[in-house]
């Protein structure tokens, strides 16, 4: 069928556009005039920026889309003629650049562009469509703050969930696994606490500085020496702060980490492994108070229902050139929140954006795995996905999936 939405200048403008975590007010407004123009029943500010459109359409099971809407603290690098040169203001308080360097703005308009088809062809299906675009995915609270928020309390619960994350994998491909697609992840803070003084009499302190360093040496051997060679687990310290002059010695240290997982039973080892060489380290340096833990950003991994998925997968294999199975993912999303709140199965797939020109005459998966890792991933201030076939591969997608869920048509 043919649709009015200039959907390619509509993604061009939201990612010139990008807006932070909980601070899409701009693209959340444009998110609920479209889908009121198709005729959805709109509810704005659903934790705090979110929007929901509710489509009913006789009965049958009732369908959750959902799209995040947030975009990353990144100075965009791309070149292109709608590159952000937005700037944000982050939750500690910082000027920094904006930027849809995780694809946030593929994912609205491809469900927007989804909304427009089925409403426009509501003849054909039955049913109850629920859209949920989402705020602060990035931040690992969105889902969250919208459930917190009454969500389904305030809305039907669905039958499935259902979503898309675009990925550097080839345009016109869609990576579907069965299992645990995404790990689960958990952020820590972790205070290191010291005695300070001047640089010139270290005898007289106790060095966070050091103590910071011998810890962050010693987590390397969480992985290596705690986590059998079957298993998986990431430790990632993605910063430690401490002191402000050459010469001073400060009193305290801060260390920021990160752990992906899938199993709970590694999760539970590998963080109390943290726990435990973090203690001990502190007490070897002779440190003057107990470290302390902060946890931040913690989600359970994103796992695709099998039944669900076999049930979805001939609907995406009609919507692209091909499906394949990219193995479960190290990165981490919340869309599974939506899926265990509800007590539905989750099917959650990637899209390729990455432009097909880049793989052309690899003949096996090793020769295009070895070319996508080339390429700016997600989170790079390089990421840019290609727009076509990007949004029509990921827009038929997410018809395709929601039909394969709802009910048929059914006349008076």
């Not at 694809?103 to 299906?125: F, N």
């Not at 993605?238 to 590694?266: C, F, H, M, Q, W």
């Amino acid at each position: 069928m043919t649709t009015t939405t200039d959907w390619a200048a509509l993604y061009r403008d939201l990612h010139l556009h990008p807006e932070l975590s909980f601070g899409e007010v701009r693209t959340s407004g444009i998110v609920a005039e479209h889908l009121a123009g198709f005729g959805f029943e709109v509810t704005t500010g659903i934790g705090r920026t979110g929007v929901v459109g509710l489509l009913r359409n006789g009965d049958g099971p009732v369908v959750l889309l959902r799209a995040d809407m947030d975009a990353l603290p990144v100075g965009e690098r791309t070149g292109l003629p709608y590159a952000s040169t937005e700037r944000g203001v982050d939750p500690d308080g910082k000027d920094v650049a904006v930027m849809h360097a995780c694809g946030h703005d593929v994912h609205v308009t491809c469900l927007l562009a989804a909304c427009e088809r089925l409403a426009a062809e509501s003849g054909t299906w039955s049913g109850t469509l629920l859209a949920v675009f989402q705020p602060a995915e990035e931040v690992g609270a969105g889902a969250r703050a919208m459930l917190d928020d009454g969500l389904y309390e305030r809305f039907p619960k669905p039958a499935v969930v259902l979503g898309q994350h675009v990925s550097p994998i080839p345009g016109g491909v869609i990576g579907l696994h069965s299992g645990p697609a995404y790990a689960a992840t958990d952020s820590l803070r972790i205070t290191l606490h010291g005695r300070g003084g001047h640089g010139s009499m270290p005898e007289t302190t106790v060095d966070p500085v050091v103590m910071a360093a011998a810890t962050v040496l010693r987590l390397q051997s969480v992985v290596a020496r705690e986590v059998a060679p079957a298993d998986f687990a990431v430790v990632t310290v993605g910063r430690l702060d401490a002191g402000s002059k050459a010469n001073v010695i400060p009193d305290d240290a801060e260390i920021l980490l990160n752990v992906r997982t899938y199993d709970a039973g590694v999760r539970t080892r590998v963080l109390a492994a943290i726990e435990r060489i973090v203690r001990g380290e502190a007490a070897a340096a002779g440190a003057p108070a107990e470290p302390e833990f902060e946890p931040f950003e913690t989600l359970p991994p994103v796992v695709n229902d099998p039944d669900a998925v076999e049930r979805t997968r001939a609907a995406l294999v009609a919507s692209c050139a091909m499906v394949i199975d990219p193995g479960a993912v190290a990165g981490s999303e919340d869309v599974g929140l939506l899926a265990a709140e509800a007590g539905a199965p989750c099917v959650y797939w990637m899209l390729g954006g990455a432009d097909p020109a880049r793989f052309a005459g690899l003949t096996t998966a090793d020769e295009v795995i070895a070319a996508v890792k080339t390429l700016p991933s997600n989170h790079s201030p390089l990421f840019a996905p290609v727009i076509e076939p990007t949004l029509t591969v990921g827009t038929t997608a997410l018809v395709n999936a929601a039909r394969a869920w709802l009910g048929p048509n059914q006349p008076d």
